[in-house]
């Protein structure tokens, strides 16, 4: 996140970071995981991937399903083991594995991440909301992260 932390320093465009992590984004989909451009686009088109969707001074952050199981969660058409591959935690999939209850609130350490780019980035604190989460039910694990007023170039905040 250096480049991204000095770009927003010098420029103080919150819009020309997200662009980079959009960008970034992009290019680990093809580059690194050698998505062709149906699943690329795809992925794209539902928001998915750390630079997520940007509405005044929020970013809606959709994780990505883990890497290893992409092509699997895609596929998948039974909505327990789409949360199965959805999941980056090893010790969450093994709990959907076995229907263990465990609280959504064991999210927010996923959220943490989300949380953490964006303070280093900024240099400031940023709040961060989980909306969705495969241990609620969800198909996916959503996240919010409210930018300060002061750091959106938008001119009204959007909040979820």
């Known amino acids: 996140m250096q480049e991204e ?3 927003y320093q010098e420029t103080k465009d919150i819009d020309l970071v997200h662009r ?3 960008e970034q ?3 680990f989909l093809k580059g690194t995981l050698g998505l062709d451009e149906k699943l690329k686009e795809e992925i794209l088109k539902r928001g998915w991937g750390l630079a997520g969707i940007k509405k005044g001074n929020t970013i809606i952050a959709t994780k990505i399903p883990k890497s290893g199981y992409l092509a699997e969660y895609i596929k998948e058409t039974n909505p327990e083991k789409k949360r199965q591959y959805y999941c980056h ?5 093994d709990a959907l594995k076995t229907s263990e209850a465990i609280s959504p609130t064991y999210c927010y350490c996923g959220a943490g ?3 953490g780019i964006w303070e280093e980035i900024l240099q400031k604190p940023v709040e961060v909301k989980l909306l969705e989460s495969v241990l609620k039910g969800d ?3 959503k996240i919010a992260v409210h930018l300060p007023l002061s750091q959106s170039t938008a001119s009204t905040p959007a909040r979820v």
Do not use: A, Q
């Open 5 to 7: 932390r000095k770009t």
């Open 113 to 115: 991440f989300y949380k």
């Open 25 to 27: 984004f992009e290019s």
């Open 89 to 93: 935690c090893p010790r969450m999939r």
């Open 139 to 141: 198909d996916v694990c």
């Open 20 to 22: 980079m992590l959009k």
